[in-house]
C-alpha cells in the first residue's frame, strides 16, 4: 500500500526532528543546573541559548506539519499511538522552552527589564498589569523610595545580584513544570 509507505516515510521524519528537540533538551539541562544554583549565565551561553531557542520554534512547526500529515494518513485503529507521539513532543517543547525563557529573563539587564516591562504593559512599581506607576498603590523603591520596583532600580555596577536575577525571573515567569509561559497573577495584590 503507497499510504503505509508514505506513513513510515513521514514517521522517519518526525523521528528525526524528535532527535532536534532532544538534543535541545541535552544543551539546556546541564545549564539549567547550574542556572539553580547560580541565576547569572555568561554572556557566550546567552546567545547561544537565545539562538537554539529561535531554532526551536521552527522545529515546532516542523513536527506540527508531519504530525499532521501523519494523522490524516493514519487509520483509525493507530491514530492513539500518534496523538501521544505528539503529547510526549509537546509537552517536552513547553517543558524546556519555558526554562529556557525562564534562564534568559533572569539575565536580562536592568535597561531589558524595562523594556520588557513597556512591552508587557505592566506597572513599573508592582509589575502588575491593569495601572500605570502613578496610581499604583503598591510601596515604592526600597533604595531610592521612587514609583519603580526595586528589580527595576539602576544600579550603580548594572551587576545584577544572583538574588534579583532570580526573583525577576520568577516574579512574572511561572515556575510551573506545565511549560506555560504565563503572568503570575499571584503576586498582583494591589490591583
Ligand atoms: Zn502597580
Ligand atoms: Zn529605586
Same mark, same amino acid.
Given at each position: 500500500?503507497?499510504?503505509?509507505?508514505?506513513?513510515r516515510? +513521514? /514517521?522517519?521524519?518526525?523521528?528525526?526532528?524528535?532527535?532536534?528537540?532532544?538534543? $535541545?533538551?541535552?544543551?539546556?539541562?546541564?545549564?539549567y543546573?547550574? $542556572?539553580?544554583?547560580?541565576p547569572?549565565?555568561? %554572556?557566550?551561553?546567552?546567545?547561544e541559548?537565545?539562538?537554539?531557542? %529561535?531554532?526551536?520554534?521552527?522545529?515546532?512547526?516542523?513536527?506540527?506539519?508531519?504530525?499532521?500529515?501523519?494523522?490524516? +494518513?493514519?487509520?483509525d485503529?493507530? +491514530?492513539?499511538?500518534?496523538?501521544?507521539?505528539?503529547?510526549? $513532543?509537546?509537552?517536552? =517543547?513547553?517543558?524546556y522552552?519555558?526554562?529556557?525563557?525562564?534562564?534568559?529573563?533572569?539575565n536580562?539587564?536592568?535597561?531589558?527589564?524595562?523594556?520588557?516591562?513597556?512591552?508587557?504593559?505592566?506597572?513599573?512599581?508592582?509589575?502588575c498589569?491593569?495601572?500605570?506607576?502613578?496610581?499604583?498603590?503598591?510601596?515604592?523603591?526600597?533604595?531610592?523610595?521612587?514609583?519603580?520596583?526595586? +528589580?527595576?532600580?539602576?544600579?550603580?555596577?548594572?551587576?545584577?545580584?544572583?538574588?534579583?536575577?532570580?526573583? $525577576?525571573?520568577s516574579?512574572?515567569?511561572?515556575?510551573?513544570?506545565?511549560?506555560? =509561559?504565563?503572568?503570575?497573577? /499571584?503576586?498582583?495584590? =494591589?490591583?
Amino acid at each position: 500500500m503507497p499510504e503505509t509507505t508514505e506513513i513510515r516515510e +513521514l /514517521t522517519r521524519k518526525r523521528g528525526g526532528v524528535n532527535h532536534k528537540l532532544t538534543n $535541545f533538551v541535552k544543551h539546556v539541562v546541564p545549564i539549567y543546573n547550574t $542556572f539553580k544554583i547560580n541565576p547569572s549565565l555568561d %554572556d557566550e551561553v546567552i546567545i547561544e541559548l537565545q539562538n537554539r531557542l %529561535d531554532k526551536l520554534e521552527i522545529i515546532y512547526n516542523e513536527f506540527e506539519g508531519i504530525q499532521l500529515e501523519i494523522e490524516s +494518513l493514519s487509520a483509525d485503529d493507530v +491514530l492513539e499511538g500518534h496523538y501521544k507521539e505528539r503529547d510526549e $513532543f509537546t509537552d517536552k =517543547y513547553n517543558k524546556y522552552y519555558a526554562i529556557t525563557k525562564k534562564m534568559l529573563n533572569a539575565n536580562l539587564s536592568i535597561d531589558d527589564r524595562i523594556a520588557k516591562v513597556s512591552e508587557l504593559n505592566l506597572c513599573k512599581n508592582c509589575l502588575c498589569s491593569g495601572h500605570e506607576s502613578a496610581g499604583c498603590k503598591a510601596g515604592s523603591c526600597k533604595v531610592c523610595k521612587q514609583k519603580h520596583n526595586k +528589580l527595576l532600580h539602576p544600579t550603580v555596577s548594572g551587576k545584577k545580584s544572583v538574588e534579583e536575577a532570580e526573583s $525577576f525571573a520568577s516574579s512574572y515567569v511561572s515556575n510551573d513544570i506545565e511549560g506555560s =509561559y504565563v503572568m503570575l497573577s /499571584t503576586v498582583c495584590t =494591589y490591583i
